[in-house]
C-alpha cells in the first residue's frame, strides 16, 4: 500500500487556482502534524505550509501567505492545499510530508524531520 498519494496539480494561468491534497495510508493521520514542500527547477527544496495534527495552527511561507489554504480532514487522513491567486514563481513540483513524530506541539521546518512523502504532485502557472 502507497503510504501517501498526492493529486491535483498541473498547469494554470496566473490568477488561477490549484487544490492539492494527499492522503495518507497507515497510521491514524490526527497524529501528526503535515506539512508541504515545493521544489522549483534548479532550487533547493522550501517549506510552503504546516498545519498542527489537531488542525488548530497553521503556518506559512511569507511568499504564499494570503493566497495558499492549509486544511485536514483527519477522519479521512487526507491534507490539502488550496492555491489561489498563483504566481509564475509558485511553478514547482509540490510535496507533502507528514511529521516523524506524532502529537509534536511545535512546527519543524526541518526536511528529515518528516516521513513518509508524497510522490510529489507538478504546478506550473503561466503569465
Known amino acids: 500500500q502507497v503510504p501517501v498519494v498526492e493529486s491535483g496539480g498541473g498547469p494554470v494561468q496566473a490568477g488561477g487556482s490549484l487544490n492539492l491534497s494527499c492522503t495518507f495510508s497507515?497510521?491514524?493521520?490526527?497524529?501528526?502534524?503535515v506539512a508541504w514542500f515545493r521544489q522549483a527547477p534548479g532550487k533547493e527544496r522550501e517549506f510552503v505550509a504546516w498545519?498542527?495534527?489537531?488542525?488548530?495552527?497553521?503556518h506559512y511561507a511569507d511568499s504564499v501567505k494570503g493566497r495558499f489554504t492549509i486544511s485536514r480532514d483527519n477522519a479521512k487522513n487526507t491534507a490539502t492545499l488550496q492555491m489561489n491567486n498563483l504566481e509564475p514563481d509558485d511553478t514547482a513540483v509540490y510535496y507533502c510530508?507528514?511529521?516523524?513524530?506524532?502529537?509534536?506541539?511545535?512546527?519543524?521546518?526541518?526536511?528529515?524531520?518528516?516521513?513518509?512523502w508524497g510522490q510529489g504532485t507538478q504546478v506550473t502557472v503561466s503569465s
Open positions: 510530508a507528514r511529521d516523524r513524530s506524532f502529537y509534536r506541539q511545535s512546527m519543524v521546518l526541518d526536511a528529515d524531520e518528516y516521513d513518509p
Open positions: 497507515g497510521r491514524s493521520l490526527g497524529m501528526f502534524n
Open positions: 498545519i498542527k495534527w489537531s488542525g488548530w495552527s497553521q
